[in-house]
């Protein structure tokens, strides 16, 4: 985590772009324990999730001259990458993907998810919006986000017609954004 | 003008088939309206991996990761200067102009040295410009007493050309060879795609002339001697191929 005088994100991204590599070591400082987190939650492996994240660190050294602020900040950018890579080797696997409901309903109910405590009301409170949804528009998002699950997939595994999946997961992030809002400069802000 | 409004939320978690996400992405080019609509949702959506318990990553993986940065980074400028975009044109032309001038002063054995190292940095340049452009890549990790070592291996978008950046080879006997192996789809018939001894330096660049992504897999052996067939040990591999069909 950083220290209050630690540079900003804004800042390293430039001195990354400039090909400096103790700007790439401060930006998996930062982010690299909640990035192998995500990958290794989405893969439910640790080496599949450290080269998702090597993999990810790698594309943000060399695609930091293009990286734009407009279009999200550091840390969100940098976790999309890794969640597209993660979802990306998922899906290759579709063979070896366990019965998406029961997997499911294992990883959102053990203590991985919901007995673990929390490093900081930040994460406590996007847990808690997310256990606070109905439970098909919490499952929607947890298969879509965590599962790689696409449109197709979810309405069939969920036994629902397609626009009942895109009115779920409208609706459930809808509440998690009001629900998050008080918070959100912190959780997804830049800094 | 018809709004992708109701597909952001699902293209936002990565869950619209490619089609429809490449129409979305067209779409938001030039829909401020959309576009807006897209960054509030992704802020919702970004804050989800706070939701994932805490796990701390192998403590290798912060040392691979500026390992292979390093290997990809470009001569470093020099303290106090302003530091540029690197342009292969410019490095190359630098490089050999540092050359012409110590040439006029150095014997010929420096000669033949100096010569050496600048067709090292034009590979290395070469490479450096590949791995900008790569359009994929895969990490095959060395398993085993090859464990330490590995390499990465890249297709670049605009020509197709393929290759792997191996690193911390290991050395092996003299008459044996680092075999590098594409698999069918079938998994049925190995091809090989190169074979080559470590030059013992700390990355190692060998081109693969073939379409890679028409491939399974991609695996190296260490064989006792030249082969058209793999009967040595798998010491690295990584699955490859196309995007899944969506």
Redesign the interface.
């Known amino acids: 985590m950083s220290e209050p005088g630690d540079p900003p994100d804004d800042q390293v991204i430039a001195a990354l772009a400039a090909r400096d590599l103790s700007a790439l070591a401060v930006l998996y400082d930062r982010y690299g324990r909640m990035g192998y987190a995500l990958a290794y939650r989405i893969l439910g492996e640790s080496e599949g999730a450290e080269d998702v994240v090597h993999d990810a660190f790698l594309a943000a050294w060399r695609g930091a001259p293009g990286y734009r602020r407009e279009r999200g900040n550091v840390r969100g950018w940098l976790l999309s990458i890794v969640h597209h890579r993660a979802v990306d080797i998922l899906r290759r696997k579709t063979a070896f993907r366990p019965a998406p409901l029961e997997a499911a309903e294992d990883r959102a109910d053990d203590a991985d998810t919901a007995g673990e405590a929390v490093r900081n009301l930040e994460r406590a409170s996007v847990r808690e919006a997310l256990v606070a949804l109905p439970a098909a528009q919490r499952k929607t998002i947890e298969l879509a986000y965590f599962g790689g699950y696409t449109q197709v997939e979810l309405a069939e595994i969920m036994g629902v017609p397609l626009g009942t999946v895109k009115g779920r997961m409208r609706i459930g992030l809808q509440k998690l954004r009001r629900a998050l809002e008080p918070s959100m400069g912190a959780s997804g802000g830049e800094r | 003008m018809n709004h992708v409004i109701?597909?952001l939320?699902?293209y936002?978690?990565?869950?619209?088939?490619a089609v429809d996400r490449d129409r979305v992405t067209a779409h938001l080019t030039g829909c401020p309206a959309c576009h807006d609509e897209l960054?509030?949702?992704?802020?919702?959506?970004?804050?989800?991996?706070?939701?994932?318990?805490?796990?701390?990553?192998?403590a290798r993986?912060?040392d691979?990761?500026?390992a292979?940065?390093?290997a990809?980074?470009?001569v470093?400028a020099a303290p106090g200067r302003a530091?540029t975009?690197?342009r292969p044109r410019r490095i190359a032309v630098a490089g050999l102009a540092a050359a012409a001038v110590v040439l006029a002063a150095v014997d010929l054995g420096a000669l033949n040295r100096l010569q050496t190292t600048t067709e090292e940095r034009n590979t290395l340049h070469r490479t450096i410009a590949d791995?900008?452009f790569?359009e994929r890549?895969w990490?095959m990790?060395g398993t085993g007493e090859y464990a330490g070592s590995g390499g990465t291996l890249y297709v670049t978008g605009k020509t197709g050309r393929a290759f792997v950046l191996f690193h911390d080879l290991k050395p092996i006997e003299p008459a044996a060879r680092y075999t590098v192996w594409l698999v069918t789809t079938d998994g049925q018939r190995w091809i090989r795609a190169a074979s080559f001894s470590p030059d013992g330096q700390p990355n190692q660049r060998v081109d693969i002339d073939a379409q890679v992504v028409a491939y399974r897999r991609c695996a190296v052996t260490v064989e006792a001697a030249a082969t058209e067939r793999p009967s040595g040990l798998v010491v690295m591999e990584s699955?490859i191929?196309p995007?899944?069909a969506?």
């Open positions: 109701d597909e939320e699902l936002a978690v990565d869950a619209l088939p960054t509030a949702i992704a802020r919702v959506v970004d804050a989800l991996p706070e939701a994932v318990p805490d796990r701390e990553p192998p993986l912060r691979r990761i500026l292979s940065a390093r990809e980074a470009p470093p530091r975009p690197w791995v900008s790569a890549s990490y990790r699955n191929g995007p899944p969506q």
